[in-house]
């Protein structure tokens, strides 16, 4: 009985007693004996890819149809930023802070633009998409090729970014016949920061 209440007296007091996190960890970890900055991640530029399914890479020349072919996005250059954190690391914590977190971003996406920058007709002879045109609502987007594709301005609501994340854009609507889109992918971060991805071409069917 004496043992019992000893073990459950150094487990409580394991629980309530901050500990730092090289307690536990060993140098591989990457731990540090006390809590040091917070990294995260600032957005310069994002990166797009025309690809299939399997995430291989498209010749945009080529035809294609409609939902057999992706715009890939993703994280291009950013840079590290780091704010200090004086919370104390307590034994619950332990694996979060001792396990590599993937960097989050300071900006959210505020909205997404998909600006047409070709006149062509679409569904129908009468369905003319103009020069100028925001197409956004053509499109659908998820996260890598999860099949819940959601309306975009529903998909990026207050959604947090991570280093590493993908976010895959898909036309859903097949065109009346063989067609040659261009535009151009405006995104507007959180902290006002406004980043273009021009040229952008898809030839489907």
Same mark, same amino acid.
């Given at each position: ?20 996190? +090289? ?10 004996? &006390? $809590?040091? /900055?917070? @990294?995260? !991640?600032?957005? #310069? ?41 004086? +919370? ?10 001792? &396990? $590599?977190? /993937?960097? @989050?971003? !300071?900006?959210? #996406? ?96």
């Amino acid at each position: 009985m004496r043992k019992l209440l000893t073990v459950l007296f150094l487990i409580l007091l394991i629980e309530t007693v901050p500990v730092s996190c +090289s307690f536990f960890c060993r140098d591989s970890c990457g731990c540090d004996p &006390s $809590p040091g /900055p917070q @990294k995260q !991640i600032n957005i #310069i530029s994002w990166n797009i890819e025309t690809v299939s399914e399997n995430y291989q890479t498209l010749d945009t020349s080529f035809v294609y149809d409609f939902d057999k072919v992706y715009k890939s996005l993703r994280i291009d250059k950013r840079l590290i930023v780091s704010f200090e954190d004086s +919370s104390v690391v307590g034994f619950s914590n332990v694996a979060y802070a001792c &396990s $590599p977190a /993937p960097l @989050k971003a !300071i900006q959210t #996406i505020e909205s997404i633009k998909i600006i047409a920058a070709n006149q062509t007709a679409f569904k129908d002879a009468n369905d003319i998409i103009q020069i100028g045109d925001n197409i956004i609502n053509r499109f659908r987007m998820t996260y890598y090729f999860d099949a819940n594709f959601q309306p975009i301005d529903t998909f990026i609501y207050q959604r947090l970014i991570y280093e590493e994340d993908k976010y895959t854009l898909k036309l859903m609507e097949r065109p009346f016949q063989e067609v040659k889109m261009k535009f151009n992918i405006v995104i507007t971060l959180s902290d006002g920061k406004v980043l273009e991805l021009n040229d952008q071409r898809l030839r489907i069917k």
